[in-house]
């Protein structure tokens, strides 16, 4: 698929999963996507990890009861280390593991599969946080950002609208 066909195919997909399994090397270039993400001073304070195994899928989806996480075939969960950068020793965890995130959901829409952006499970409700650290031995100075769903839509959707070019985008003066 082509760049910027992939841009306009990529969408939040909120449904069920076919039970089609995503073969390894379809995840190995879906994570490798991932890791060549822009990161502040190179640090690379993201990380992945890539689950498969039914039993802990399903304990996963008890942690986050969404039908995406309970029904996908594989879950990519991005994991993030706050590390400090330069002198005012600023943090930029957050915008790599965001760049991160992106070229996943991208990579996984040029092979044609479906996912979902789940920060918003692990960030807003940090018992989900503790849980899954325990679960999956995650080290305390790391956190699960989030938890990507991978796979073939049920019922695949599309992007929504989005609004118009020229309410978003202007040419050399703001206003």
Wanted: net charge negative; proline share 8%.
């Amino acid at each position: 698929m082509e760049f910027f066909e992939v841009i306009e195919k990529r969408y939040s997909y909120r449904g069920e999963f076919l039970d089609t399994p995503v073969p390894r090397e379809d995840l190995i270039k879906i994570v490798t996507a991932g890791t060549k993400a822009p990161s502040a001073g190179n640090l690379q304070t993201q990380s992945f990890l890539v689950v498969t195994d039914p039993e802990i899928k399903a304990k996963i989806a008890e942690i986050m009861p969404h039908k995406g996480i309970s029904t996908a075939p594989a879950l990519i969960l991005l994991v993030s280390q706050k590390q400090e950068l330069g002198p005012m020793k600023v943090s930029f965890e957050l915008k790599d593991y965001g760049a991160a995130a992106e070229n996943v959901l991208l990579a996984a829409a040029a092979l044609g599969y479906a996912s979902l952006w789940t920060d918003g499970e692990t960030s807003m409700i940090p018992e989900r946080q503790d849980k899954l650290k325990e679960l999956l031995n995650i080290p305390g100075d790391r956190s699960v950002r989030a938890v990507l769903p991978i796979g073939i839509a049920k019922d695949p959707g599309h992007q929504p609208p989005r609004k118009p070019f020229d309410e978003l985008v202007k040419f050399e003066t703001y206003l």
